[in-house]
């Protein structure tokens, strides 16, 4: 019975320490809209990448710049299909029919990697001559993606906003094969990143 407990403990741990390894969020203890506490300021942008429930990721992007986060809305991704639009064409038009002005948008439709989303946002960031950005993506993606975004952007500060409910991921993931599958997917490309492989 020891030996049950001891697992059914160990499991508990792992799962837990997993979720919040993967999923750092900087809006801990912020509310709603922007207040004048540095953690909870406004931004210059907000960056959204595609990928997984990317419907679920622009749908936060729009959110948090509806609730005055930031004036900007950057979009990254190419398109899946390489017959139809971009991604982030796609996200663009999501965002637009929920309100945000084509003013506000910029878009990236080249990048097919977490790697280039990371690289093709900081040179749009780069030129605007922002300094501080709020990252969106699905719970499982957050940690890598904020990698590599600190990575190619060092001068910037970048702000995780994770995407913890969609399609694809949800605060009982360990419930189901696909994610354990995301996950461990996510925990292999980490360690590839750490070991100066791309993602």
């Not at 407990?5 to 919040?20: G, N, P, Q, R």
């Not at 990371?118 to 040179?123: D, K, V």
Request: charged share 15%; hydrophobic share 40%.
């Amino acid at each position: 019975m020891k030996w049950v407990i001891s697992a059914f403990v160990f499991v508990a741990v792992f799962i837990t320490l997993v979720s919040v390894y993967l999923q750092p969020n900087s809006f801990i203890g912020c509310g709603v809209t922007p207040t004048e506490n540095a953690k909870c300021a406004t931004s210059d942008a907000i960056v959204v990448v595609s990928g997984g429930d990317t419907q679920a990721r622009t749908e936060a992007g729009v959110k948090l710049y509806k609730n005055g986060w930031a004036e900007t809305l950057i979009l990254s991704g190419a398109a899946q299909d390489k017959s139809g639009p971009s991604n982030a064409e796609a996200m663009k038009q999501q965002a637009i029919q929920a309100g945000v002005p084509s003013s506000a948008i910029v878009i990236d439709e080249e990048s097919e990697s977490t790697q280039q989303n990371a690289a093709n946002t900081e040179t749009i960031v780069a030129n605007r001559g922002y300094n501080d950005v709020i990252l969106v993506t699905s719970g499982y993606h957050q940690r890598r993606a904020s990698l590599e975004f600190n990575k190619q952007a060092e001068s910037v500060n970048i702000r995780n906003y994770p995407v913890t409910e969609d399609n694809d991921w949800g605060w009982f993931w360990w419930a189901t094969p696909r994610g354990w599958w995301l996950a461990g997917g996510e925990l292999v490309k980490i360690i590839a990143y750490y070991l100066g492989a791309t993602s």
